[in-house]
């Protein structure tokens, strides 16, 4: 057990399926899994690790944001030997090619975080994830059918801005959207060795202002929730 996470050593698999609502991570397990079992509740960041077609697999809420998903993902690396971790989340679109419910694969990111600076001196603004997971992620796609996007993308310490930048970050580093958890996931796999990819929902966009429901976003998410899910039978 850590100081964050309950479960004992045995209690999570080799991979990680990561919402950032523990919520979603409930909805995950409840329904795909065979025979969940809630392995965490500490500060109530939901974590289950049940079956998938006969696969061992861990869901489990990262919380909001680079601090947050940095302390879950470090434990998950180190603490607990987990070997692979797909974030799946929602992003916000940069530029009007990008349509709501659209899927990306997230290759790199850039951010102005500190996160890494103050992690291990890294002054490192892209981070990038797994390659092998990527391709399996991919290759996954293209059996399903479903359309994916590789993107670069912005890793946000800020929600809400007084002045959006949006524009300058698509046309200095071509970031298609915005998130806020990636880059500190990647990293902490960089340091320790693991592997780390990301899956992103369009929910909305800063260029046109279109958004989605509460209730569409739970529907379309099913997509980018699957797609994690069979990837993981890869691994």
């Known amino acids: 057990m850590t100081a964050h996470i309950e479960a004992k050593k045995e209690d999570i698999a080799k991979t990680v399926i990561m919402p950032g609502d523990p919520l979603r991570a409930k909805f995950i397990a409840e329904t795909y899994l065979e ?13 289950y690790t049940g079956t998938y077609k006969g696969k061992e697999i861990t869901v489990m809420g990262s919380g909001m944001g680079m601090p947050s998903i940095g302390i879950y993902s470090y434990e998950l690396y180190k603490e607990y030997d987990v070997e692979n971790i ?16 659209d899927l ?18 890294s002054e490192d603004i892209f981070k990038e994830a797994n390659f092998a997971l990527n391709f399996h992620i991919q290759e996954t796609a293209n059996e399903l059918g479903k359309h994916l996007t590789i993107a670069t993308i912005h890793s946000s310490d800020v929600f809400y801005k007084e002045q959006d930048n949006y524009e300058e970050l698509y046309q200095k580093y071509g970031c298609l959207a915005c998130e806020m958890e990636s880059f500190a ?26 958004e989605t ?23």
């Open 35 to 47: 025979n969940p079992r809630l392995v965490n509740q500490v500060r109530g960041m939901l974590a």
């Open 185 to 210: 996931l990647f990293h902490n796999a960089s340091v320790l060795g693991k592997k780390a990819a990301c899956i992103l929902t369009i929910s909305d966009s800063l260029v046109t202002g279109e």
């Open 86 to 101: 797909i974030r799946v989340g929602t992003a916000g679109s940069y530029t009007k090619d990008l349509n709501l419910y």
């Open 213 to 235: 429901t509460s209730e569409e976003r739970q529907q379309s998410f099913r997509n980018m929730m699957e797609l994690a899910l069979e990837t993981t039978l890869k691994l």
């Open 104 to 121: 990306l694969l997230v290759q790199k990111c850039y951010s102005e975080s500190s996160f890494g600076r103050t992690q291990n001196g």
